[in-house]
């Protein structure tokens, strides 16, 4: 509750920021126009907006899914299978490497101009970070409890589905947060790329004729579809730690 808080006030402070700027700059509206006539866009044109939006809203959600999935399956992977290991790791080099705007063209080629080739993009993205932070939790079990599984004769599958993946859970939540705060940078890049729907699309087709009023009320938009869905996966993924911990303590 209290984040939320802070997050709306440093959102009023910004506003009112930018408009003592416009106001003392005297900066041409087609440069950089006041939040108040940013504010009259975004409601006047609200149901396009809205529409755009949740186009990128989907493909977020869709890669946001996916690359948790395939984040969570090499992490395991890279932790249990040692051999496939060293065949995994420079995939992982190689996806985080590669310029985003290198890969948006050849994936747009590949997949068409429709909602895959962004849903790959966002995937692409989110991906290095929920591998490396799930890793990095499974690799850091503490070796009291690797001890404990060897007294107890703890088949390695029991060990773990009990005790590695509980522990590595924290470190798992941080790069969830880290992916959901940057999945849509992969959608916003492959609507710029090649797309006829978004966000993206919408401010880039603004910028074309210098409506750059609706440019930004589509920024604005991004901008708070994207703090709210970090608060939201921030909060779910605390509720749900927080729960862990105390279904820990009281077996």
């Not at 989907?58 to 890669?63: N, Y």
């Not at 992982?92 to 080629?109: G, Y």
């Not at 708070?224 to 996966?233: G, I, K, N």
Request: charged content about 10%; aromatic content about 8%.
């Amino acid at each position: 509750m209290m984040s939320s808080v802070r997050v709306v006030i440093v959102l009023f402070g910004l506003l009112i920021l930018w408009h003592f700027i416009v106001k003392m700059t005297s900066v041409p509206p087609y440069i950089l126009p006041g939040p108040l006539v940013v504010v009259e866009t975004l409601w006047n044109r609200l149901p396009t907006l809205l529409h755009h939006a949740s186009y990128t809203l989907t493909e977020i959600l869709f890669g946001f899914t996916i690359g948790t999935a395939l984040g969570c399956a090499s992490a395991l992977t890279l932790a249990t299978a040692k051999p496939l290991r060293v065949w995994l790791t420079p995939v992982l080099v190689i996806t985080q490497s590669l310029p985003v705007f290198a890969l948006a063209p050849i994936l747009v080629l590949w997949l068409g101009y429709g909602m895959p080739s962004k849903v790959a993009m966002t995937v692409l993205i989110i991906y290095f970070p929920i591998t490396a932070a799930f890793y990095d939790g499974l690799r850091r079990t503490p070796k009291d409890w690797q001890a404990l599984a060897k007294v107890m004769n703890a088949s390695p599958l029991a060990f773990l589905i009990h005790v590695r993946i509980p522990l590595a859970l924290p470190s798992l939540a941080s790069g969830l947060r880290v992916a959901i705060a940057t999945a849509p940078i992969g959608a916003i890049v492959g609507e710029w790329v090649g797309s006829s729907q978004g966000l993206g699309y919408l401010m880039l087709h603004a910028n074309g004729r210098m409506q750059i009023d609706l440019m930004f009320a589509a920024l604005c938009l991004l901008a708070l579809m994207a703090v709210t869905l970090y608060l939201t996966t921030d909060h779910l993924l605390n509720r749900l730690l927080k729960r862990m911990s105390l279904d820990d303590h009281k077996t």
